[in-house]
């Protein structure tokens, strides 16, 4: 989202309101479908998604309140840090302005670094070198908080402002206990590197890790790590029909990425393969694309900023590469963000 469209944002309450209402009205609709392709009624389903998503006021006021005062911040850190790029290197300060307003003007699709209040939030070590690279300038829609996971992965191996970046998905499953009963629950689909990248903890034995996170799953069978709270309620050992073996416990303060919906349990970013039946996650198809959330952590001394620039000098090339064939053919410009 542009810094002209935030500014307007603090003066169109109303507005903003609806356009939030629009996104969570499209994401209530996307939980409900999986729950209604696993078996669900459409009626238990929509019940169930609402009931997941949590207090619908509660997130609209949470929402706006973060978009906000992290628009805010950023234009206040953006702004210092230009204003010490440009006496270090007017020349380049000079390019960069001149590029971006170049961008702008031809409409291009580009990055953004979010590096908001969620991630300072978490209780993981220095939180504050986290971003998380999404898109924006998606025509009338929201910035999109996702980007393919082949995208991530190459980004991997060509970035040099990240320590390393990782991949993380959330999906609703179905769960079995030990009686036998299966019950809905939210699952966080997490690469290999994810939770050592955080430098999370775990309450109890261990995280998932890279051994974990390999095409087929690692010779010892799948790895699951509950999250403190469901493991304090009760366990279960089959996910979708597919026995995975509790490896660890997450650290109690830790509740996930997400606002608003705690993943009861965490599986390697592979199984996915096992909840669609197919292999979308590693191939090549341009057609098979997996939207994950990417989130990074600086190399010291490498602000926000900088990344973003980054980022940016790879945009075009990554989008046309790793996006279905219809997406940049959609009204609006992206930006990788």
Known sequence: MSWLARLRNVFRADEVSEEIEREMAFHLAER??????????????????????????????????RDVLVWLETLLGDFRYGLRALRRSPVFGLAA??????????????????????????????????????????????????????????????????VD????????????????????HQVGLVSGNAFALLGAQPRLGRLIDESDDVPGGPAHGWPVVLSDGFWRDRFAAEVSGTFVQIVGVTPPAFH?????????????????????????????????????????????????????????????????????????RNPGSKTLA
């Not at 970046?165 to 809905?184: C, F, I, P, T, Y």
């Not at 393969?273 to 994950?292: E, M, Y």
């Open 256 to 328: 996930g990425l997400w606002p608003g919906v705690e993943p009861k349990l965490y599986l390697p970013m592979q199984f996915l393969t096992v909840l669609q039946g197919r292999d979308d996650l590693n191939s090549p198809a341009p057609t098979s694309v997996v939207w994950c959330a990417a989130i990074g952590r600086l190399k010291p001394g490498v602000s926000h900023a900088a990344a973003g620039v980054e980022m940016a000098a790879s945009q075009g090339r990554l989008l046309h590469e790793f996006t279905p064939p219809d997406f940049l």
């Open 97 to 162: 302005i001149l590029t971006l307003a170049i961008g702008i003007g031809a409409n291009t699709a580009v990055f953004t670094l979010l590096h908001g209040l969620l991630l300072r939030s978490l209780p993981v070590t220095r939180p504050e070198e986290l971003a998380r690279i999404g898109l924006t300038n998606l025509g009338d829609g929201p910035p999109a908080p996702f980007i393919p996971y082949r995208m991530i992965q190459q980004l991997r191996r060509e970035q040099r402002s990240f």
């Open 165 to 184: 970046l990782s991949a993380w998905r959330e999906q609703s499953v179905a769960v079995s206990d030990r009686d036998g009963m299966k019950r809905w």
């Open 32 to 65: 409900t479908d999986e729950l209604i392709a696993a078996g669900a009624s459409p009626e238990a389903a929509r019940r169930e998604a609402e009931r997941r998503f949590g207090s619908d006021l509660l997130q609209r006021d949470n929402t706006r309140d």
